[in-house]
């Protein structure tokens, strides 16, 4: 079975930057698109960045164009997603998720994915 594990969130100040990782275990990650959500207190988890199989397409929330980044390295089966300028509504759980197939179009809505890790919490506050 395919897990994931994340890492890097924390505690960081409005315009700050964070990298979060999505590290793979129990197979490869080269299978299919993954994408990073978030899931803020009160509210439904939300699509945040998409990547292609082998990274040639990504695809962004509308609220986090041109300050976050995904990428991946299916050598070390290794998702990131690169944090940048960030603001308050920001904080949520961050999960990553892979899709099993391999659409045309980067999937966005999270009962597309069947794999989840447990997430990892970033708050960004002053």
């Known amino acids: 079975q395919l897990q994931f594990v994340e890492s890097g969130g924390g505690l960081v100040q409005p315009g700050g930057s964070l990298r979060l990782s999505c590290k793979a275990s129990?197979?490869?990650?080269?299978?299919?698109?993954i994408g990073w959500f978030r899931q803020a207190p009160g509210k439904e988890r939300e699509f945040v960045a998409g990547?292609?199989?082998?990274?040639?397409?990504?695809y962004y929330a509308d609220s986090v164009k041109g300050r976050l980044i995904i990428s991946r390295d299916n050598t070390r089966n290794t998702v990131y997603l690169r944090m940048n300028s960030l603001k308050p509504e920001d904080t949520a759980v961050y999960y990553c998720?892979?899709?099993?197939?391999?659409?045309?179009?980067?999937?966005?809505?999270?009962?597309?994915?069947?794999?989840w890790g447990q997430g990892t919490q970033v708050t960004v506050s002053s």
């Open positions: 998720a892979a899709h099993r197939l391999r659409p045309l179009v980067i999937p966005r809505a999270p009962t597309e994915y069947p794999y």
């Open positions: 129990g197979g490869t990650l080269d299978n299919g698109p």
């Open positions: 990547i292609s199989r082998n990274g040639g397409r990504t």
